[in-house]
């Protein structure tokens, strides 16, 4: 049976609460502060629960959290607080200082029975779930360990460093065909198809995390076969049909193969995202060989850019409340995004009109 102890320095409260009890649990009891702190250092680990008076002769109530606070016993014991008549203020204050619930005077048994075992049964649900964060926290640790030290083996082996050397250029391969066509369009139509590219590489730790978790070997042919996304390129445009344009003429030329294409524009994920991924093969000319690289293309406009990026960043915030009504908000963004993008779209076609008369 489990623990709990009683300290009030009314014998016949302690004895009233020990008959409500006793067929539950095993239930101590302590005259005042002092002898309850007392007992508690030989018993912390064995007690359920914890049932104060606050007002008490020697040691009263708040004297005996504030210790137990010290002591870091606080969070760790279910504190219910016996009261006769507690103010407002009085109850805030306790919930401030950690108590879980609270037993009025004069006691009904049903009342304090079911406050008993909800306040025991609430904290064990919460150590157990707190033991189960850091389990899971340690064995991600050590995932990460793992990962960290394997991504450096991966790392320093010289076939993978030249696999990653061949990505390289085939990024530069794909910015140098984007920035000609940048200065075409300028020269011809006065303006230009996009704003920015931004590339990256995938990361060692990264690259070898995707492969462990997708179940293929970690070996450079492997990376090779199995991972469409080490190299990528970002295009930011200014408006939606800026993207199909420019990435018609991309897969139209000369050496470009066109893998795969996802169109998250036409058909957004249901979070809202939005943007246009095409997987191509790149040629690249080495010293003695041409080689054929997959390179990861996204275009975005201005806009959906901004919001993925903001997606992105409130994704890993695990403290933020009520995420299924940030999701939705986020949601509502994306459409109205969507709105602009075609309504400036519009905006510029009737410039351009009005231009060419």
């Known amino acids: 049976m489990q623990r709990i102890l009683v300290v009030d320095d009314a014998e016949i409260n302690r004895e009233l609460l020990r008959d409500v009890l006793n067929e539950d649990y095993v239930v101590e009891t302590a005259a005042d502060g002092a002898e309850a702190l007392l007992l508690l250092e030989g018993t912390f680990d064995t007690m359920s629960a914890l049932l104060l008076d606050l007002n008490m002769p020697k040691m009263n109530g708040f004297a005996v959290l504030d210790e137990m606070e010290k002591r870091h016993w606080m969070g760790k014991l279910p504190v219910l ?38 306040a025991i049964d609430l904290f064990t649900y919460k150590n157990r779930l707190e033991q189960q964060v850091e389990e899971q926290a340690a064995a991600l640790k050590k995932q990460d360990q793992i990962i960290q030290v394997q991504a450096r083996k991966l790392k320093a082996a010289e076939p993978f460093n030249r696999l990653m050397m061949e990505y390289s250029a085939a990024i530069m391969e794909v910015e140098t065909r984007l920035k000609i066509l940048n200065t075409e369009f300028s020269l011809t139509y006065k303006r230009n198809p996009f704003e920015a590219i931004k590339s990256r590489l995938k990361t060692p730790s990264s690259i070898y995390e995707k492969l462990a978790r997708r179940g293929f070997p970690i070996t450079v042919e492997s990376i090779r076969e199995n991972l469409t996304d080490v190299a ?36 957004p994920k249901p979070n809202g995202y939005r943007s246009l991924h095409l997987i191509l093969g790149v040629p690249i000319f080495l010293s003695h060989e041409k080689k054929q690289v997959m390179v990861e293309m996204q275009f975005r406009t201005i806009a959906m850019d901004f919001w993925a990026s903001l997606e992105h960043k409130l994704k890993y915030k695990r403290d933020v409340e009520d995420p299924d009504e940030i999701a939705r908000q986020l949601k509502e963004c994306s459409d109205s995004i969507e709105t602009l993008d075609h309504q400036m779209q519009r905006i510029r076609d009737q410039i351009d009109q009005a231009q060419d008369k």
Do not use: W
Request: overall charge negative.
């Open 81 to 118: 607080v016996i009261s006769g008549e507690c103010s407002p203020e009085i109850e805030s204050m306790c919930l401030n200082l950690g108590v879980s619930d609270f037993i009025h005077k004069p006691f009904e048994r049903t009342v304090v029975r079911n406050r008993v075992r909800n």
């Open 232 to 267: 990528g390129v970002r295009v930011i445009c200014s408006f939606p049909d800026d993207i199909y344009r420019l990435a018609l003429l991309v897969t139209m030329q000369d050496g470009i193969a066109l893998i795969q294409e996802k169109d998250y524009i036409k058909n």
